[in-house]
T-cell receptor, first 118, second 112 residues
């Protein structure tokens, strides 16, 4: 059973370009989460999606960032007109059911996509 | 402000010693989880402790949770060089929906 697959692992973009990060959840998982990690810091929640729906995007910057999780295919995190401050590791995670709650459903993380903006 | 804060930020020990790190949080939680991250890699789930549990063991790991003090500790016994990594606590707060809130991590170096 393959884990959460993210690609690309490393991405270099010039300022103003677009970055597109892909995440395929674990088999049987329909809940996807995106987190961002700046150097030497912990992960910060960005967005939670369930197939075709954005459930919680409270951590997403208001501009330039968007996420989708179509019925078919991977979840995509899209960053338009990248700036140097977008340089970070972007982690995707998935779970079978809604994470958290008293059941404590575990979420599983991918290996991350490291974005460098030059 | 951050929900989870780890202490210490960095820890250096000799192989065979125990490593203890702490996590404090601010709001009521459903559960608290600990993760390990090797440099340049993703997060590996170590252990989850529910709000009604006080202690949990998994191999060489021991996690405690004190909800009255809003704190948790992770103990790694008989550390190995392979335990060198960053360790993060993550809380699943009652009011946070489905978000995990991570602390800044403790960077552990185990010297052979």
């Amino acid at each position: 059973n393959a884990g959460v697959m993210q690609n690309p692992r490393h991405l270099v973009r010039r300022r103003g370009q677009e970055a597109r990060l892909r995440c395929s959840p674990m088999k049987g998982h329909s809940h996807v989460y995106w987190y961002r990690q700046l150097p030497e810091e912990g992960l910060k929640f960005m967005v939670y999606l369930q197939k075709e729906n954005i459930i919680d995007e409270s951590g997403m910057p208001k501009e330039r960032f968007s996420a989708e999780f179509p019925k078919e295919g991977p979840s995509i995190l899209r960053i338009q007109q990248v700036v140097r401050g977008d340089s970070a590791a972007y982690f995707c995670a998935s779970s079978r059911d809604r994470s958290g709650g008293s059941n404590g459903n575990t979420i599983y993380f991918g290996e991350g996509s490291w974005l460098t903006v030059v | 402000s951050q929900q989870g804060e780890e202490d210490p930020q960095a820890l250096s020990i000799q192989e065979g010693e125990n490593a203890t790190m702490n996590c404090s949080y601010k709001t009521s939680i459903n559960n608290l989880q600990w993760y390990r991250q090797n440099s340049g890699r993703g997060l590996v789930h170590l252990i989850l402790i529910r709000s009604n549990e006080r202690e949990k063991h998994s191999g060489r790991l021991r996690v405690t949770l004190d909800t009255s003090k809003k704190s948790s500790s992770l103990l790694i016994t008989a550390s190995r060089a392979a335990d060198t990594a960053s360790y993060f606590c993550a809380t699943d707060a009652l009011t946070a929906g489905n978000k995990l809130t991570f602390g800044g991590g403790t960077r552990v170096l185990v010297k052979p």
